[in-house]
């Protein structure tokens, strides 16, 4: 489609933005219900959500009785207003990614049509998003405050593209909305990866001038505190002392010392990019020409890096166009480029790095490879398809080694492989299945003569190869989830047995409606525990008087749940109670006691089992 005017293009921003939404919900959230909650991290939020709804505390998030105060509310409201309102289900846990992924699409779709002046590559840019991995990790599997944390920044980004290009007090308002969210969902990193992409907008030739008033506009930071305020001064009130230490530790420490989780390496999110654009990523390289010509030695590989999308070359190639800021105009293919290396680079410093991390970093890439696709939909090249081919073919195998028992891909204990097999063989059909697809869309490409039909059979194909993916991990049985576990723990709730997490905790358990638990083996410094029982929370539950309900563990209340040092639990694991404690399949033969069930999924194991402490005690009092 050729450029269009800035009128005609708001006109059909406006007419199709609300058809790129719904289509991208519908593909994000198709059959994510039939999946239970994988405990990290989706069943730990849940469970949030549901305390939450079940309390009605608004304001301060509980898990297992304990403050939880990682992360601000607003993921939490989402889930837990329908939750209150028609109970729980993995959809509504699912609703803020989802609904997160669908505006982070939508806003790709905008900035594409801005950049490029292109609604067909908008759409191409929107649809790639929609059937990537960065959109359906991030969307339907993923930790759930990264989507919504990209879709804000996102927001506030094109917000700040507007008031820079067409001024008015609207961007500005928007602009406010999109980070006053953003406090609510993850805190001031709203703010920070905005800021640092305006310095790269600068660098590619914005006016600072036009770029310092935006970002110190009046009203923006007005709607901003609007939004976030009221709950921060309640949450205050509620935790003395809570957003120092959310400000300290859970950003700047974390972001300069991190954790276990931690990935010194810099170039750990260079390998990342290439996944989040899977199965599309062939198309982030472009451009060769202009640096291979001639043959030189060294040519291919310098052209490799340079025309990457970590090299402006392969931007300028695909978003040649001029863009006027003022009375400036800038190339659009540098300023997606500065978005995208300004969040990269700040997450490449950071010690703690995780996949979901860098998708504030995303949305420009799909801006780059939806315009490429779109001037390769009426070509029969093998660059759009190039890695869905592998990845056919590497499902189908893949497929067939599951379905036979051969391949075990998200076993994280040490289990006998009889019951790994009774396990993960119902997957192995769907996940040859996915193959196929992606196959059919390939043969699509390549052979269709009716060259309109062939780029969307393509994303089609991923799309269904994608939902019969997580189909198959609907039908793993216990894996990832702690919905079996905790099925498991209420059928002993008849019994006076304590019961005992060891060293990890089922993050799920709340949400499906498990007990309160004990933890049993947790300090502040213990890694193992640092997702539930974090410093905070500790010294949180330790000054509400829960560390005096423990002096000795002879007199512990079932139903408080809370935590317990390595010899308290020894000593109750030999004392008289009954004691039921949730271990691992190689702790078993140092405990001694009777298996009552497992194994199970949960706490990012999937090798727990029930143990009983004193058998014959608990058969004498039936």
Sequence with gaps: ??????????????????????LAFVVLALFAWERDLFDADEGRYASVAANMAASGDWVVPHLNGMPFMDKPPLVYWVQAVPTALFGRTELFARLPTLLAGAIWVLMIFLLASTWTGSLGKAWWAALLAMTSMAGIVGSRVGPQMDMPLAAA????????????????????????LAVGCGLLIKGPLVAVVPTLVAVGWVIAGVPWRSALRLLFSPWAWAVAVLVAAPWYVLVERAQPGWIAHFITYEHFGRFSTGDHRSFNPFWFYVPIVILYLAPWTPLGWGGYERITRGGRFGRPLLGFFACSPWGPCSWDAALPGQLDVGERR???????????????????????????????????????????????????SWQPCALAFLAGLGLIVAGALVAGGLLFPFATG?????LEVERFGPAGPWLMAAGVLM???????????????????LVLAAACGWWCMDLGLSRIDGIGSSHRLATALINQLPTDAVQVSLKRYPQGNEFYGGPRLWIAGGTPDDWAQREIVNPYARRAWE?????ALTPEPFGLEDTRGGLLTGAQFEALWASDREVLVICRWGEIQHLGGEIVAGPFGGGGRTDLFLLRNRPQKAEEGR
Excluded at 356 to 370: E, K
Excluded at 439 to 457: I, Y
Aim: glycine share 10%; net charge positive.
């Design 153 to 176: 920044v996102a927001t506030a980004l094109y917000a700040g593209w507007l008031g820079l290009t067409r001024g008015g007090r609207g961007p500005q308002l928007l602009l406010g």
């Design 439 to 457: 196959l059919a869309g390939v043969a699509v490409w390549m052979w269709l003569r009716q060259d309109a039909l062939r780029a969307p059979a």
């Design 1 to 22: 489609m050729d450029r269009l005017g800035a009128a005609q293009e708001r006109r059909w921003q406006r007419a199709q933005a609300p058809s790129v939404f719904v």
């Design 543 to 547: 000054a509400a008087g829960g560390a």
């Design 414 to 418: 040490r289990l006998p492989s009889d």
């Design 330 to 380: 800038v190339r659009a293919g540098r300023i997606a480029w500065a978005w995208f290396l300004a969040a990269f680079l700040l997450y490449s410093i950071s010690t703690r790095k995780l996949l979901n991390y860098l998708l504030p970093a995303a949305a420009p890439l799909f801006v780059l490879i939806g315009a490429r696709l779109h001037g390769l939909v009426w070509t029969r």
